[in-house]
Nanobody
Framework: QVQLAESGGGLVQAGGSLRLSCKAS????????MGWFRQASGKEREFVGA?????????HYSDSVKGRFTIARDNAKNTVYLQMNSLKQEDTAVYYC???????????????WGQGTQVTVSS
């Protein structure tokens, strides 16, 4: 069982940056693929990116955030980060972190989810 808690959301101007954190409980954090998803108002939850288990040598991102967002993990702190740069209004959403065993971008590949943190990008 893994419990996840996101933090770091808030209001930021377009073009700005924000870093989200997701702290996990438990002693097996490094065994999980960690993903980030987001859900804008009235839309489906969508994949943002993921980082591989262990030292996190591999990452992959959706086309909409590639080159602007970066995922990193610190296993000693049981924490995964989402660094968001060059933010756009269309990045406004609730952001969720998730833990799973499979390397993918589908929601059903992640068994554990946080409660989400709101990110609002103003013009």
């Amino acid at each position: 069982q893994v419990q996840l808690a996101e933090s770091g959301g808030g209001l930021v101007q377009a073009g700005g940056s924000l870093r989200l954190s997701c702290k996990a409980s438990g002693r097996t954090f490094s065994a999980y693929v960690m993903g980030w998803f987001r859900q804008a108002s009235g839309k489906e939850r969508e994949f943002v990116g993921a980082i591989s288990r262990g030292s996190g040598v591999s990452t992959h991102y959706s086309d909409s955030v590639k080159g602007r967002f970066t995922i990193a993990r610190d296993n000693a702190k049981n924490t995964v980060y989402l660094q968001m740069n060059s933010l756009k209004q269309e990045d406004t959403a609730v952001y969720y972190c998730a833990a799973g065993q499979r390397w993918g971008g589908r929601r059903d590949e992640y068994a554990y989810w946080g409660q989400g943190t709101q990110v609002t990008v103003s013009s």
